[in-house]
């Protein structure tokens, strides 16, 4: 037990040297210490004065509410600003060593993998950190001097887990970056997938702000910080000494990338009917997880979609669909059903979907994805639940209107989300011996080869049926 303390505690040493080592660094650049000290000591200032006229101006007219929202908004941007330079300073990290000839000396040190990169990650986190707290500090005490506002201690909590968890999660995706790439233009150029995701955070976190749903902001903490851990798991299942001093220059092989793709597609089998018999067995055996959690996420959609039907109720002559009796069917015909062109319209609505969710979950480790499937699941359960208010059969409704084509339609959602999950996932588990880019065009292959052989065939058949025969089958159920 002792060795094993002994042994972390080396561990943490080694990791400590290189995070000095960079922080000493940092620290005599004045192209990082200006911006940090501008953001941490005049933003808060300007913040405050912006403050204080917001007040006065909606104090004027009857509306100090509005002030007092934008506030704890203003307070939560005093602390982004300057984090936001942890991703300039982690993407400089391994690329901006390499560009000024000082990688291989230091990949050359007795250090571990591990060490080297959470020495790196700890570096890029803590000056910027730092001087969030401090221009937060700053901010609050130019509102308690000039203001009568006081925070809450629990948003103040919250928000300093935020800025925290939003400092880690842009750190950890921005040193992963920099230590797949061979440049600071290419990383800087791929920085695009932090900024974007993290600036969307940031308009809806003020939106909840601005609602006083103070309570939501936990709930998006413990996503930032489940996303911090993935992000971290790939970083150092993905940092190798060897594989950053061996690539030279970031460039795109198509031909080596197509090449690939195509022996994972086909998988060795040299007919149709083995290349089936393969996808039957072996690739849906490879989902199984996923299709899993997919599953049990759509089921979990529906019943929320139930639960909001009590929140946010439609009227009863809405969703009572047996009051137009006979005149159902021209309410069908009406909507374009029975046409050959309907048919088309549907099958092309519900590909156009899925191919939105696997770009979304191609970056996104696979969550915008199951949203995407989740929200189509969730409006279905809204109006069932709609259906039980008004006193109708919520069963009987399910049975008419969605039940035929969801056979095979649900399916296929389940299908399309595991492996879309499972791409956007293949980043945290490349196999030995094998790069990024392979491990995730092989799980591409499999995406490809399950929708093209078993999701788009259940989605042609689904969008027929919806067509064709859910129409028929709930005439006959609710006009009966």
Do not use: C
């Amino acid at each position: 037990m002792i060795l094993g303390v002994d042994k972390r505690l080396e561990s943490l040493s080694g990791t400590m040297i290189i995070a000095r080592r960079e922080i000493r660094d940092h620290l005599r650049d004045w192209r990082i210490l200006a911006p940090i000290a501008i953001l941490t000591l005049f933003f808060p200032l300007l913040m405050n004065f912006t403050a204080q006229q917001a007040m006065d101006f909606v104090t004027r007219y009857g509306a100090p509410i509005i002030g007092e929202r934008l506030i704890p908004f203003l307070l939560m941007i005093v602390g982004f600003f300057p984090i936001s330079i942890s991703l300039v300073i982690a993407l400089e990290s391994f690329a901006g060593e390499r560009e000024r000839l000082s990688l291989e000396p230091l990949l050359a040190t007795p250090l571990t993998d591990g060490q080297l990169y959470l020495g790196k990650m700890i570096a890029s986190l803590v000056p910027p950190l730092s001087a969030a707290y401090l221009g937060i500090f700053v901010y609050l005490l130019g509102l308690i001097l000039k203001t009568t506002w006081r925070p809450e201690p629990q948003l103040l909590l919250q928000i300093l887990a935020l800025t925290t968890v939003q400092a880690i999660v842009m750190v950890s995706g921005a040193v992963v970056i920099s230590s797949q790439t061979t440049s600071v233009r290419a990383a800087n150029l791929l920085a695009s997938f932090i900024i974007v995701p993290v600036a969307e955070l940031i308009i809806l976190e003020s939106m909840i702000m601005f609602w006083g749903r103070y309570h939501v902001l936990w709930w998006i903490v413990l996503m930032l910080v489940l996303i911090a851990l993935v992000l971290g798991r790939m970083g150092l299942r993905l940092f190798n000494r060897e594989e950053l001093l061996g690539n030279e220059i970031d460039t795109i092989d198509l031909r080596w990338a197509w090449r690939k793709f195509w022996e994972a597609f086909r998988d060795g089998a040299r007919t149709p009917i083995e290349w089936y018999r393969d996808l039957l067995t072996r690739s849906l055996s490879l989902i199984k997880a996923a299709a899993l959690i997919t599953a049990g996420l759509l089921f979990l959609a529906y019943l929320i979609g139930y639960r909001f039907a009590g929140s946010f109720t439609l009227p009863a002559e809405i969703v009572n669909l047996e009051q137009y009796g006979e005149g159902l069917e021209s309410q069908f015909r009406y909507f374009g059903l029975f046409t050959g062109q309907t048919w088309r319209w549907v099958f092309v609505n519900n590909v156009r979907a899925l191919a939105l969710a696997t770009l979304f979950g191609a970056f996104t480790l696979g969550v915008l994805a199951e949203v995407v499937l989740m929200a189509s699941v969730g409006i279905v359960g809204y109006f069932a639940g709609n259906v039980a208010l008004a006193g109708g059969d919520a069963l009987k409704f399910l049975t008419a209107l969605v039940l035929p084509h969801a056979v095979l339609e649900i399916p296929a959602v389940v299908l399309a989300g595991a492996t879309i999950l499972r791409l956007g996932l293949a980043v945290l588990s490349v196999p030995k011996g094998e790069s990024l880019s392979e491990g995730w065009i092989k799980a591409l292959a499999e995406w490809a080869r399950i929708g093209l052989g078993l999701v788009l065939p259940l989605l042609l058949a689904a969008a027929a049926i919806e067509v064709f025969v859910t129409p028929r089958v709930a005439m006959s159920l609710l006009t009966g």
